[in-house]
């Protein structure tokens, strides 16, 4: 009778042949009775260390906390978007530079400059340019207001890599799982050739038998070179996340509910802890989310922008002043001048004044208010169909864990007993191995689909889920 328990420390999986698929002795205890000739224990069901692939020596071991940090400054795209909070930080000083003065110098040479005749002057003076119409102020509210959009946009990206890297983060530790799986899983398929030999060796079967049962336990090389693929195809991922050279090999620190646990992990929470109301983490979402954020303050830039093109509109007053004297010959009887001068210069508004500018940064805030629109209706969207994928998940997981995984436990061990007994042809054994593996198959996707859906709530509600 396949029975389960549950305690303090763990979920754990009991039968009267005493299978675990579970290296970790919390994760699992054994009952087995002395007439069992094969040893169900879990140090004889463990791959030895020359077959741990996902567990060598020169391993680089990684919490979930850890990718976090590193993520928040390594990540590539977060390097890049750093930088545009550097150059936003710049277009604030730009913004808040004032003209230059303007040094004017005429000086000539040659008859025009020293006969009497001529009568031109040399002048030495200056210029200055006077900003009208609050453009300055106005720069500087636009600079401002992009930086604060910079890093809401910056923050939004650290949330998407933070959800990308708790996804890659869950599918190494998924392929970690799998490898210890397919090496357990190989080794009942073993234990049914051993019983498949004995018996043709005694005349009680066929030979079709060991051949049949072979070929499955073959079959286990492709699946195992597949694993261990995607393994490496999993580090990669998570390298890349992390900004680590991809030949760096991670490896997960928690993977807790592959191995049935349901202690509660860095990952997720255990799926029997209680939910929060869905209206809550809708309402927390609208205050949270960082993309809603910089849509908001995109509405903002947007207007000042707007406000920057109407003062661009008035025009600037160029203020020049100086010194005039001449350099004439005495030869030539004039005595010396000298002199000061004063002009303005301005645009004169008639034939354009900005009409282009305003129409565009107008354009521009109704796109911003639209883009608005469509991202607080996405909130809602997101949070609910996150909410529904973890509630799917974790309903599944209880089916697995309550029912499909006992069930295929005591499906393969009595599809074993009465093979070796004669009892069962190998047909049969086989079918109920195949739905053994699908089974444990299916209840690996489902963790994963889980351990996504936690992460794709977090990241529709842009806050990190205490749990």
Known sequence: MLKAKSTGSGFFLATTLGVTLFSNPVLAQIERPEEIPFDWTENALQAAPSDRPNHPVDRFPIS????????????????????????????????????NPQLALQYGFGTPYTEIISGNTQQLGGNQLFETGGKRQARLKYARANYVLTEYQLADLRYDVRSAVRKAYAELAAAEANIDLVENQRKLVQRLNNIATKRFQSGKTMELDTLQIRLALEGFEALRTSALSRLRQASIQLDYLLGFASDRDLDVTNNGLFKLSLERTELVPS??????????????????????????????????AITLAKAQAVPDILIGSGWVFSTYKKATGARQQEGAYLNVNMDLPIFYHKQGEIAAAKAANRQAQMQLSAT???????????????????????????????????????????????????????????????????YFDTVVAYQNAWADLETAIGKKIEF
């Open 64 to 99: 979930l906390a850890k990718a976090f940090e590193v993520s928040h400054t390594q990540n590539p795209n977060v390097v890049a978007a750093l930088k545009n909070l550097d150059q936003a930080k710049a277009q604030i000083k730009i913004a808040g530079a004032r003209p």
């Open 271 to 304: 799926p029997d802890d209680p939910l929060q109301k869905l209206d809550q983490l809708i309402k927390l979402a609208f205050e949270q989310r960082p993309d809603l954020k910089a849509a908001q303050q995109q509405t903002i830039t947007s207007k000042s």
């Open 376 to 442: 607080q209706l996405r909130v809602e969207v997101d949070v609910r169909a996150a909410y529904a994928a973890l509630v799917s998940a974790r309903s599944n997981l209880s089916l697995y864990r309550k029912t499909l995984i006992p069930l295929a436990l005591n499906v393969v061990k009595n599809a074993h007993d009465s093979y070796e007994k004669g009892s069962n042809d190998v047909g049969g054994t086989l079918v109920a191995q195949q739905q053994f593996q699908q089974t444990f198959s299916n």
